[in-house]
Nanobody, 122 residues
Framework: QVHLVESGGGLVQAGGSLRVSCAVSGLIFSNYCMGWFRQASGKEREFVGVITWNGGTTLYADSVKGRFTISRDIAKNTVYLQMNSLKAEDTAVYYC???????????????WGQGTQVTVSS
């Protein structure tokens, strides 16, 4: 059974940076993808980005492109979301998710972490 645990959220000032992590366990390494989503209070869940585990190919939402970077450490079974130039509108609970395709929809992913809160003060 896949188990995902996010960490690293917190409070940061606008313009600052933060890195959140997602520790992955229970997976047999093969062709799968790790996605990041976020959900702000009162809003629907939003795609942030995705990375292929074996090749490291990434895809980002337009709202974060150029500011956020997804990477993975295969040895540590961990995927990261580096967030720079943060804005107040980036405030949300951030979730990592595991799936078999490089999708952008929540239904493309089958396993989810519990989420970590990121708050950007303006």
């Amino acid at each position: 059974q896949v188990h995902l645990v996010e960490s690293g959220g917190g409070l940061v000032q606008a313009g600052g940076s933060l890195r959140v992590s997602c520790a992955v366990s229970g997976l047999i390494f093969s062709n799968y993808c790790m996605g990041w989503f976020r959900q702000a209070s009162g809003k629907e869940r939003e795609f942030v980005g995705v990375i292929t585990w074996n090749g490291g190919t990434t895809l980002y939402a337009d709202s974060v492109k150029g500011r956020f970077t997804i990477s993975r450490d295969i040895a540590k079974n961990t995927v990261y979301l580096q967030m720079n130039s943060l804005k107040a509108e980036d405030t949300a609970v951030y979730y990592c998710a595991q799936g078999e395709i490089m999708g952008v929809l929540g239904r493309d992913f089958r396993s989810w972490g519990q989420g970590t809160q990121v708050t950007v003060s303006s």
